[in-house]
């Protein structure tokens, strides 16, 4: 008996980790505000062979506590720096163009940026989506796993400071071994139609992999889906579907 108390404990503590990053009503789009009435699961499935190699999922995750069956081992969390891994992580600049007057523009994705919350919520307010608690929102980009930004740098002819604004944004949550989930993807409608949500989306989904994070999740509106198909999302892939809890009451 101690055995299979054991394992349900370890069981349910499994897939505790493996579903902590799915939350109700929360949205994800990289081109523009949409209904939250028709989200979908998305895992990605990259279709590349190394990326198919990176793949873990997310009944891997599990499955090796159903197949034990004596006790439980405990294993000791692998310590993990952030911090290194975050400056391991070049910025990547996307567009770079030079105005008439001199002004160099660049778009930069990067992974390590500090996020303004208050420039944040600008941004959640261009693209028309619906305010949230600044110190939720706040609270959300501290507790994620990653943070991926686009800042726009302008660098005048004439020196000086390097002007900086957030047009584009993406988070993951992640259990740091197996599963990730991306959430709250936007871009400035103003750089909307450059292929910069494509660009943002792809990096994130990479720097994922290069940390060992093979199973990739999303949820997407309908509107969106071939968005994401092409970027190599599939809806139910092997049958496994995303299920949300709703208190009844």
């Keep these: 008996m101690a055995s299979v108390c054991g394992t349900s404990v370890a069981l349910l503590g499994a897939l505790a980790a493996a579903s902590s990053s799915i939350a109700p009503r929360q949205r994800c789009s990289a081109i523009q505000s949409l209904p939250s009435n028709s989200s979908q ?14 793949r873990a999922s997310l009944w891997d995750s599990i499955s090796g506590v ?53 420039e944040l919520q600008q941004l959640c307010d261009k693209v028309g989506w619906p305010r949230r608690p600044v110190g939720k929102v706040e609270a959300a980009l501290k507790n994620s796993y990653m943070v991926a930004t ?32 991306i959430w709250d993807v936007l871009v400035d409608p ?16 990479r720097a994922l992999l290069r940390r060992d994070i093979g199973n990739i999740t999303l949820f997407a509106d309908a509107q969106v889906v071939e968005f994401y198909r092409a970027l190599g999302f599939q809806t139910d892939p092997e049958g496994i579907k995303g299920m949300f809890w709703y208190p009844r009451f």
Excluded at 160 to 181: K, M, P, Q, W, Y
């Design 41 to 54: 699961w998305w895992i990605s499935r990259p279709a590349t062979q190394d990326y198919y190699r990176l």
């Design 66 to 118: 159903l197949k034990t069956n004596s006790s439980t081992p405990i294993v000791e969390p692998v310590p993990r720096n952030a911090e290194a891994e975050i400056e391991g992580e070049e910025d990547i600049v996307l567009v770079e163009k030079c105005q008439e007057n001199g002004t160099i523009q660049r778009i930069v994705f990067a992974t390590g940026a500090e996020v303004d919350v208050y």
């Design 150 to 181: 686009l800042h726009l740098h302008r660098q005048l002819p004439s020196g000086g400071c390097e002007e900086r604004s957030l047009i584009g944004l993406a988070r993951a949550t992640s259990d740091h071994a197996f599963n990730a989930t």
């Design 190 to 205: 103003d750089y909307q139609g450059q292929g910069l949500g494509k660009a943002l989306v792809e990096q994130m989904v």
